[in-house]
């Protein structure tokens, strides 16, 4: 499984990639306005250049013609730029049109396997199923993202399944374990990844070892 970073706050971007473990961005409308861009290209390409991976850019078009002048105007901008559209009616033909065209699309707001059968027979490259929003609504989200890895493992699928909407490190575990092929993480959740009392407590033992060996203490 690789790891994104959910977020559209450059530093964070920069911090998280020199850990050496993203390898790609997922932004939306409302992380870039987390973020306070106020130039929303320049911001996509610094964010293609730091990440050299696949940046998700979401479309604010209601209409599929509207999605798709976006998105194709978008994807000039980098060669790292993905699509996100939402699984709609108006996204599926956007999705169709645009992955014909070879423009990588990721079909965002995907909460049923039924959306996520729908975005891979259109053609898109990622279907990204919003684990913590189905959680909230008492349903259990990671069971979809484990439903749609085997359906499109079973027909054969190119599309990769990006585990979203991510709240906590116990989500990583189950998705790893879903068989998701990218989880796409607020950087908070990648530091809680990484960090493990045992392991803090463990370095400082062995330090205070170390200077008792070396006669320091
Ligand atoms: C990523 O592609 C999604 O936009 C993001 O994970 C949504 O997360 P949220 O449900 O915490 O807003």
């Known amino acids: 499984m690789r790891l994104y970073l959910d977020t559209a706050e450059i530093d964070l971007i920069r911090k998280g990639v020199k850990l050496g473990v993203i390898s790609g961005v997922t932004t939306n409308p409302s992380l870039v306005y987390k973020a306070g861009w106020t130039d929303y290209k320049s911001a996509v390409q610094e964010i293609c250049s730091i990440v050299k991976?696949?940046?998700?850019v979401e479309v604010?078009?209601?209409e599929s013609k509207s999605m798709i002048k976006e998105a194709r105007a978008m994807a000039k901008w980098s060669e790292h730029v993905v699509i996100k559209i939402p699984a709609c009616e108006a996204g599926l033909e956007a999705i169709s049109a645009l992955s014909n065209e070879g423009i990588r699309v990721n079909m965002t707001l995907c909460f049923s396997l039924n959306q996520a059968l729908l975005g891979a027979l259109?053609?898109?490259?990622?279907?990204s199923p919003f684990v913590g929003r189905l959680d909230d609504v008492g349903e259990n989200g990671m069971a979809l993202v484990?439903?749609?890895v085997s359906c499109f493992s079973?027909?054969?699928?190119?599309?990769?399944?990006i585990a979203a909407s991510i709240r906590h490190p116990l989500h990583c575990v189950a998705a790893a374990q879903a068989g998701a092929h990218i989880?796409?993480?607020?950087y908070g959740v990648l530091i809680q990844?990484?960090?493990h009392p045992l392991t803090?407590?463990?370095i400082a033992r062995f330090l205070e070892d170390a200077q008792k060996a070396a006669g320091k203490v």
């Open 60 to 62: 604010l078009g209601q």
């Open 183 to 186: 989880a796409t993480v607020p």
């Open 154 to 161: 079973r027909y054969g699928f190119s599309t990769q399944v």
């Open 200 to 202: 803090t407590v463990g």
């Open 122 to 127: 259109a053609g898109a490259a990622y279907v």
């Open 193 to 195: 990844m990484v960090n």
């Open 53 to 56: 991976g696949p940046v998700s």
């Open 146 to 148: 484990a439903d749609i």
